[in-house]
């Protein structure tokens, strides 16, 4: 995993998110763009930091004023990349080193999922870069 670096905002929603829900947060990403907060959280606390019905991440949101999306973090890479990509079936990773020295990952999903994956604009699949590099030192990511 690559060094993190958070601003003061970010550590601020990551104590407030952590009070609200209980659980323990391992990254945060604003995206100023969509309005909304990114939380990865360590394995095992999804359903703590969702609560009862959503009742936690809706407290979150009232608190922050901003979309809030959870996400679980995985030692393993393939894991990761699915719990980012979720509810996107993730059919296979891949790894590919260039000639640069740079490691793309190769994600495959279904053809009906692809736009969805993307996202509008393509944020999804930039969101999902920042995090694969931030987590598991990936340079590049390409939806197959």
Same mark, same amino acid.
């Given at each position: 995993?690559?060094? *993190? +670096?958070?601003? /003061? $905002?970010? =550590?601020?929603?990551?104590?407030?998110f952590e009070n609200i829900t209980g659980s323990s947060v391992v990254d945060c990403l604003?995206?100023?763009?969509?309005? +909304? =907060? #990114?939380? #990865?959280?360590?394995?095992?606390?999804?359903?703590?930091? *969702?609560? &009862?019905?959503?009742?936690?991440? $809706?407290? #979150?949101?009232?608190?922050?004023?901003?979309?809030? $999306?959870?996400?679980?973090?995985s030692d393993n890479m393939e894991k990761f990349i699915a719990n980012i990509f979720s509810p996107i079936? *993730?059919?296979? #990773?891949?790894?590919?080193?260039?000639?640069?020295?740079? &490691? /793309?990952?190769?994600?495959a999903v279904n053809a009906k999922d692809k736009g969805l994956a993307i996202g509008r604009d393509g944020k999804n699949i930039q969101r999902a870069k920042l995090l694969i590099q931030r987590h598991h030192n990936i340079d590049d990511a390409v939806i197959q």
């Amino acid at each position: 995993m690559s060094e *993190i +670096k958070l601003n /003061t $905002e970010c =550590i601020q929603h990551m104590a407030l998110f952590e009070n609200i829900t209980g659980s323990s947060v391992v990254d945060c990403l604003i995206d100023d763009g969509d309005g +909304k =907060i #990114v939380f #990865v959280i360590k394995k095992g606390y999804m359903g703590l930091a *969702i609560g &009862r019905n959503g009742c936690n991440i $809706e407290r #979150v949101k009232k608190s922050i004023g901003k979309q809030v $999306e959870v996400i679980e973090h995985s030692d393993n890479m393939e894991k990761f990349i699915a719990n980012i990509f979720s509810p996107i079936n *993730i059919k296979k #990773v891949e790894i590919v080193d260039n000639r640069n020295h740079k &490691r /793309t990952a190769r994600i495959a999903v279904n053809a009906k999922d692809k736009g969805l994956a993307i996202g509008r604009d393509g944020k999804n699949i930039q969101r999902a870069k920042l995090l694969i590099q931030r987590h598991h030192n990936i340079d590049d990511a390409v939806i197959q």
